[in-house]
């Protein structure tokens, strides 16, 4: 037991300054490595002093000869035309826009004193708004003379049908009792007549009416011009019997 104590005291000892060696040796390479980064950052920031100064006085003497000189130089030369010609500038803006103002007035007016030049120009005008005009009155034809014209046409063609209709009916009645008074009163020749003449003058009205509204449609499609005013034919109370 005493000798493996003894070993094992031998041997940690030994670890121990193994240890201590290894530990030295890393803080000694340690403080080598900073050391040497320090000498390389003092050498670069030297570097990049001493460039950025030879830079920054290059770009500053070349940026005052391009850009300050030239602009300096201008400022002072506009300065000095400025004062000198203050003068001239300011009598040439008093009289130059009075007399361009004159000479355009009195040239108008000379102008627009020809006949010529009023006849051109009303020409040019004319030209101009016609087309306008016709598209204009082209559209409103199209879509408000030509359907309010065949609406009226439309109501009127039924009101004669409807008339036609009533007269034909009335007609019926009054034949149905013409026929039964004169069969029993022995007949009688001139009623008859009457109610047939009736009744072909009514299909003649309505025949006429109807080649009126056709020749209406035709030519308001063709021209767009008023339709005169239709002559409605009598009704069957117009009739005597």
């Known amino acids: 037991d005493n000798v493996t104590n003894k070993l094992g005291k031998t041997f940690s000892k030994e670890l121990e300054k193994q240890f201590q060696k290894i530990e030295d040796e890393r803080v000694a390479h340690q403080a080598a490595e900073t050391s040497r980064q320090e ?6 920031s030297q570097t990049l002093s001493t460039n950025t100064s030879k830079l920054l006085e290059t770009t500053i003497r070349n940026e005052i000869q391009n850009s300050v000189l030239p602009t300096l130089s201008k400022m002072v030369t506009n300065a000095v035309d400025k004062h000198a010609h203050r003068g001239m500038v300011d009598a040439v803006n008093k009289s130059i826009p009075t007399a361009i103002e004159k000479s355009v007035a009195d040239n108008v007016q000379r102008v627009l004193a020809k006949t010529p030049v009023i006849e051109s120009i009303a020409k040019g005008v004319s030209r101009a708004i016609r087309p306008v005009i016709e598209e204009t009155f082209r559209e409103n034809f199209t879509n408000v003379l030509i359907p309010s014209y065949q609406k009226a046409t439309n109501a009127m063609f ?3 049908t409807t008339t036609f209709e009533a007269g034909m009916q009335d ?11 004169n069969n029993a009163n022995g007949g009688d020749q001139s009623t008859l007549i009457r109610l047939q003449a009736s009744v072909d003058h009514l299909a003649l009205n309505v025949q006429q009416l109807q080649q009126l509204y056709q020749l209406q449609t035709n030519l308001s499609r063709q021209t767009g011009g008023q339709q005169p005013e239709p002559q409605l034919g009598r009704t069957s109370d117009e009739y005597p019997f």
Do not use: D, N
């Not at 000498?39 to 670069?44: A, D, F």
């Not at 019926?172 to 008074?181: E, L, T």
């Open 39 to 44: 000498t390389i950052l003092k050498m670069v």
């Open 158 to 160: 039924e009101q004669i």
């Open 171 to 181: 007609i019926a009645v009054k034949s149905a009792q013409a026929s039964s008074y």
